[in-house]
């Protein structure tokens, strides 16, 4: 892969240079190396895409879904094959370790998996002789263009949430990855070139705000999918909403452990640990405050202390770092910014990760894990998405107070309890209003034929995305009520 070099968009089956009149430089985050320039496509080349998609559908929708996935397994194939290249890719525009970055292209390829079932997943109902003589069916239809618009924690997962399905379910694509890690869908889109699809079934747009609100307005998206932070998925969701769009769009989240005094301490810490400064916490499912019953404070107190100190920081392409950089040097910077607003709301700094080095990458945009003591849960930062390395603890006398407060956030993305009691367990899933739940598990990642099911406001909308919600979303239900008069028929 060339260096430096200007990032194209891939529309109407053909690499295309933007005529954008901003370009932004794609750093690697734990060297600060430019690799890329990434470009701010104008509103006119979303249009290009979109006329693109829309010459395609009438083809594509009448390709029997026997045929169009042949495509899906040819793509998997492909994305296996230049797995590592790939991994590889992310690990260097987004940090997070190549494991990291293995698991989740992983993750995305499930999704490609799943969507090869189209041909049963798509199938309607029908019942005969609704009256004498009459029968009712209930078909699916795709829905004609589609966008998806993603994030930069999982640059290899999330446009593979919405992909697949949607040109399976026979609709038209359309993606706009996050600015800030275009290289990975950049690559994938190369391999996306060899499938052989027709011109127009999938394109690529780079860009930014003004990309986005082209696909929100243009009158022949009809479909918008969007996970990013809270603010921008309710904005996007209200205004493809205003302009008469299906819209499912996951935001932010602040989750939350409980661990209660039975719990298995050594698994348990071991995998609060790993939830919270896995992918330098920058993950949806992150747990971010643990909330600790009664006696189950001590123990897990003083492990998860050890476990921050010591983590191993570095660069993702270092075998031996279990944690790389944040994304940016804002991130970095707001990210300390909470953590001492944190201590100025009363919480003790049991272990300090701000204003760090790492040995070899000085310029890099690191922080170490950091673990908080007894923060108060009206407090700000008790309610904010620090989206970082950053586990806060607060102690509660009983399971009701935890859920309480689990319940009182603003997000409902995922929330966990470490127990070894059933009873326990089954209350807190229960109870608890939060859309994904974990029991002993610490990073409650639906599997692709499951929805992925936030609530509150980490999602705007009615159909998630992923599994059966996915086909939902893709594809329009229409009902033929049906009589064949004849002689035949007649006779009864
Ligand atoms: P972001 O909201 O800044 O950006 C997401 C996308 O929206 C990007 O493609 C970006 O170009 C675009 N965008 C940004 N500002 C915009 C604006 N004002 N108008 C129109 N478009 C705009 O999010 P991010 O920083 O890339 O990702 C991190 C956030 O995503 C975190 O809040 C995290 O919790 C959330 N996230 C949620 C899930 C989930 O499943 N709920 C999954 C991954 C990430």
């Known amino acids: 892969m060339t260096q430096h070099r200007q990032l194209m968009n891939y529309i109407g089956g053909q690499w295309t240079h933007s005529r954008a009149a901003e370009y932004l430089p794609v750093r690697n985050p734990a060297t600060d190396e430019l690799l ?3 470009p701010l496509s104008p509103a006119d080349e979303v249009d290009t895409a979109v006329q693109a998609a829309q010459a395609a559908f009438d083809g594509w929708r009448r390709t029997p879904p026997t045929e169009r996935i042949q495509y899906l397994f040819k793509f998997k194939q492909l994305l296996e094959e230049h797995s590592e290249e790939i991994a590889h890719l992310t690990t260097q525009e987004c940090g997070k370790t190549l494991a990291e970055a293995q698991g989740e292209l992983l993750r995305g390829i499930e999704n490609v998996e ?3 079932g189209i041909p049963s997943l798509m199938m309607g109902y029908n019942l005969e002789d609704i009256a004498s003589g009459i029968d009712e069916h209930m078909f699916r239809q795709p829905v004609g263009v589609v966008a998806a618009i993603t994030p930069f924690n999982f640059p290899g997962m999330i446009p593979l949430w919405f992909l697949p399905y949607a040109i399976a379910c026979g609709n038209c694509f359309i993606l706009k990855p996050s600015e ?5 869908m950049a690559r994938v889109f190369e391999l996306i070139d060899q499938l052989g699809l027709p011109t127009g079934v999938v394109s690529l747009v780079n860009g930014g705000k003004e990309a986005v609100d082209a696909l929100l307005d243009h009158s022949l998206v009809r479909a918008i999918s969007f996970v ?4 921008v998925a309710k904005y996007v969701y209200s205004r493809a909403a205003a302009n008469g769009k299906r819209a499912q769009c996951q935001g932010g989240a602040k989750n939350t452990v409980i661990v209660l005094p039975d719990a298995d301490m050594e698994m348990t810490t071991r995998i609060v640990a790993d939830s919270s400064f896995g992918c330098a916490g920058q993950r949806c499912l992150a747990t971010s405050v643990a909330i600790t019953v009664g006696e189950a404070r001590t123990e897990f107190r003083e492990r998860l202390t050890d476990a921050a100190v010591q983590r191993k920081v570095g660069s993702g392409l270092d075998s031996e770092v279990e944690m790389g950089p944040v994304i940016t040097p804002e991130s970095k910077q707001r990210i300390e910014s909470l953590i001492a607003k944190g201590a100025r709301e009363g919480a003790e700094l049991l272990v300090d990760g701000r204003n760090t080095q790492v040995k070899g990458y000085e310029r890099g945009y690191f922080v170490r894990p950091t673990l908080l003591d007894n923060l108060a849960p009206q407090s700000e930062l008790a309610r904010t998405e620090i989206f970082g390395p950053v586990l806060s603890l607060i102690h509660v006398q009983d399971i009701d107070a935890a859920i309480e407060l689990i319940n009182a956030s603003p997000f409902g993305n995922m929330a966990c309890l470490f127990t070894s009691s059933g009873a326990a367990a089954r209350k807190f899933r229960y109870e608890v209003r939060v859309g994904n739940i974990g029991i002993n598990v610490g990073v409650a990642a639906p599997m692709a034929f499951f929805p992925f ?14 599994g059966r919600d996915a086909i939902e979303f893709y594809t329009e239900k229409k009902v033929v009520v049906e009589r064949w008069p004849c002689e035949w028929s007649r006779k009864f």
């Open 114 to 116: 799943v969507a090869t």
């Open 228 to 231: 990013g932070s809270s603010p």
């Open 36 to 38: 890329a320039h990434v």
């Open 180 to 184: 800030k890690v275009p290289l990975t």
């Open 453 to 466: 099911t936030g609530w509150k406001d980490s999602f705007f909308g009615d159909m998630h995305a992923q």
